[in-house]
C-alpha cells in the first residue's frame, strides 16, 4: 500500500514540474522602426475664417461639394456696408475725368481767350510805343496801353495756373474716389467668404442664419485627391528620422492591409506639451478613397537587413543575455530589433539550444 503512495506521488511532481521552452537562433530579415500615431490630412487643408461679424445671409455650397479658387462659398449679411459700397461708386463716377471733362474745356477756353486779349493789348501797346516815338499823341494814352497788356497778361497767366490746378485737382479727386471706392469693395468683399484653392468642401459648420463674428471657423477646405500623413514621433526618436524613409501605414478604415509612404517633412520644433515633433510622409501608392482626420498607426523603417540571426526578445535578459539549455547565462551583442525580435551578432551561434527565462 505504501508503495503505491509513493509511485503515485511521484507521478503527481513529474506531472507539475514546469515544462521548460527551448528553441535556437532563426535566421532572416528583420526591420528597425520608430513607432508613430497620427490622422490623414488633405493637401493644402486649411480653416477658412471670417473676417468680419454678421449674420450668415446664404450658403452657396454644400459639404462634399469641388470649388474652385476664388469661388463664393457663403454671404454674411451687412446692409450698411452695401450702402457704403453704392456710396463710394457714386462719388467715384461724380469725381471721374469724363465726367469733368466740361470743366477743363471752359478752364481751357478761358486761357485760349486771356492769351487772345494779352496779344491784342501787346499790338495795341506797341503800335502806342511807335506812335510816341514819333511825337504823337499822349504819354497817358502810352501809359494806358502798357497797363492793359500787363494786365492782359497777368490774366492770361493766371488762367494757365487755373487751368493746371483744376487738372491736378481733378486727378486727386478722380483717383481720390476710386481708392476709397476699393477699399470700401475690398470691405464689402469681406462679408463674401472665397476659396484660396481648387479643392473640396469637408465641412461647413455653421448654418443660414447664425450670427458669426472674426475668426469664426467658416468651413475647412482641402484637396480633393492629394492626402498626406502627419505623425506624432517621439522626441527620443526624432534624431532617427530623415526625409525618405520608408513608412509602413495601417488605418481601422482598412483594416488588415498596409500601406507604403515616404517621410517628406520633419518639422524642426517640438510640440512642448506633447514632447513630440511632426513628420509629413506622403503615400507611395494612393488608397482608393480617404478622408480628412482618418486615425492612424505607422511605422518609420530606419533600416533593414537580409538572413541575420534572431531570437524572440522575451528569451533575452535586459536585451544582453541569453540562458543556454545546460543552464549557463551567456552576454550576447545585439543588434536591429523591432517589438518581437532582435538581432543577434554575437554570444552564440545558429546550434545553440536556449530555454527562455524566467521573467
Not at 194 to 202: A, F, H, V
Request: glycine share 4%.
Amino acid at each position: 500500500m505504501n508503495k503505491i503512495i509513493i509511485f503515485s506521488t511521484c507521478i503527481l511532481l513529474f506531472a507539475c514540474k514546469p515544462k521548460v521552452e527551448k528553441i535556437k537562433p532563426t535566421f532572416s530579415p528583420i526591420s528597425e522602426s520608430v513607432y508613430a500615431s497620427g490622422v490623414l490630412k488633405s493637401k493644402n487643408q486649411y480653416q477658412a475664417f471670417a473676417t468680419v461679424g454678421g449674420i450668415i445671409d446664404e450658403l452657396l455650397v454644400e459639404e462634399g461639394d469641388t470649388v474652385k479658387k476664388g469661388d463664393a462659398i457663403l454671404t454674411i449679411a451687412n446692409e450698411a456696408q452695401r450702402l457704403n459700397k453704392e456710396n463710394a461708386e457714386l462719388s467715384a463716377n461724380f469725381a471721374e475725368i469724363g465726367a469733368n471733362q466740361g470743366k477743363i474745356n471752359e478752364a481751357k477756353q478761358m486761357v485760349i481767350l486771356a492769351r487772345i486779349k494779352m496779344q491784342n493789348d501787346s499790338s495795341l501797346f506797341s503800335r502806342q510805343s511807335t506812335l510816341w516815338q514819333q511825337q504823337i499823341g499822349s504819354k497817358v494814352e502810352l501809359e494806358q496801353r502798357e497797363l492793359a497788356y500787363q494786365n492782359s497778361k497777368t490774366a492770361y497767366l493766371s488762367s494757365i495756373v487755373h487751368y493746371n490746378d483744376l487738372k491736378r485737382q481733378l486727378v486727386l479727386n478722380s483717383a481720390q474716389s476710386k481708392k476709397n471706392f476699393q477699399i470700401i469693395s475690398k470691405m464689402a468683399s469681406d462679408f463674401t467668404l472665397r476659396s484660396e484653392i481648387n479643392g473640396k468642401i469637408y465641412q461647413l459648420p455653421k448654418s443660414k442664419g447664425e450670427l458669426v463674428g472674426a475668426q469664426t471657423i467658416l468651413a475647412v477646405i482641402g484637396d480633393a485627391q492629394k492626402f498626406y500623413l502627419e505623425m506624432q514621433v517621439d522626441e527620443m526618436d526624432i534624431l532617427k528620422i530623415k526625409k525618405g524613409l520608408k513608412v509602413m501605414v495601417v488605418m481601422d478604415s482598412y483594416k488588415g492591409r498596409v500601406f507604403e509612404a515616404l517621410v517628406t517633412k520633419i518639422d524642426p520644433i517640438m510640440n512642448e506639451r506633447s514632447k513630440t515633433f511632426t513628420v509629413e510622409a506622403e503615400f507611395i501608392e494612393l488608397p482608393k478613397l480617404l478622408y480628412p482626420n482618418i486615425t492612424l498607426e505607422a511605422n518609420i523603417v530606419i533600416q533593414t537587413k537580409k538572413n541575420v540571426m534572431l531570437l524572440p526578445r522575451n528569451y533575452l535578459l535586459n536585451d544582453s543575455f541569453v540562458i543556454k539549455a545546460n543552464g549557463d547565462k551567456v552576454a550576447v551583442k545585439t543588434g536591429l530589433r523591432d517589438y518581437q525580435k532582435i538581432e543577434i551578432l554575437s554570444g552564440i551561434n545558429a546550434d545553440d539550444e536556449l530555454i527562455k527565462p524566467i521573467q
